[in-house]
C-alpha cells in the first residue's frame, strides 16, 4: 500500500523545538518531492517546504525560513521537518505530501505541478502554547 506516515507532533512551550517525520511507504514509483503543509483552524492549508529528493534541493515559505529546516534520511526513505523558534502562529496539523512534479520557488513561498498520484499524509497536530 502506497502511504505518507507522519509521527512526532505533539505540544511545545513557544520558543521551543519539534521534529516531525514522513516516513515513505510502498510507492511503486517514487515521488520526486515531499511538500510540508500546514492548516490552522479557520484556515486554508499553506505549503511550508518542498524538498527534491534526488539533488535535496529545497524551497521554503519565507514566514519560516532561518526557523524550519527539512532533512531526508534515504535509508529510512524518510524526511523530516524540523522547526525552532516556535510561536503560537505555528499551531496547525501538518501534512506532507509525496509529489512527483516538481517544485520551484514562487510568490514567497513555492508552488508544484500536481499529478493524480500526489498522495497525501495522515496530517500530525502541533500546537505552541505555554
Known amino acids: 500500500q502506497e502511504e505518507l506516515v507522519e509521527s512526532g507532533g505533539g505540544t511545545v512551550q513557544p520558543g521551543g523545538s519539534l521534529r516531525i517525520s514522513c516516513e515513505i511507504r510502498?510507492?511503486?514509483?517514487?515521488?520526486?518531492?515531499i511538500g510540508w503543509f500546514r492548516q490552522a483552524p479557520g484556515k486554508q492549508r499553506e505549503g511550508i517546504s518542498c524538498?527534491?529528493?534526488?539533488?535535496?534541493?529545497?524551497y521554503y515559505l519565507d514566514s519560516v525560513k532561518g526557523r524550519f529546516a527539512v532533512s531526508t534520511d534515504k535509508t529510512k526513505n524518510t524526511v523530516y521537518l524540523q522547526m525552532n523558534s516556535q510561536t503560537p502562529e505555528d499551531t496547525a496539523v501538518y501534512y506532507c505530501?509525496?509529489?512527483?512534479?516538481?517544485?520551484?520557488?514562487?510568490?514567497?513561498?513555492?508552488?508544484?505541478?500536481?499529478?493524480?498520484?500526489?498522495?497525501w499524509g495522515q496530517g500530525t497536530q502541533v500546537t505552541v502554547s505555554s
Open positions: 524538498v527534491h529528493r534526488e539533488d535535496e534541493s529545497t
Open positions: 510502498g510507492f511503486t514509483e517514487e515521488p520526486r518531492a
Open positions: 505530501r509525496a509529489i512527483f512534479g516538481t517544485c520551484r520557488e514562487y510568490d514567497g513561498a513555492f508552488s508544484y505541478s500536481e499529478t493524480p498520484y500526489d498522495t
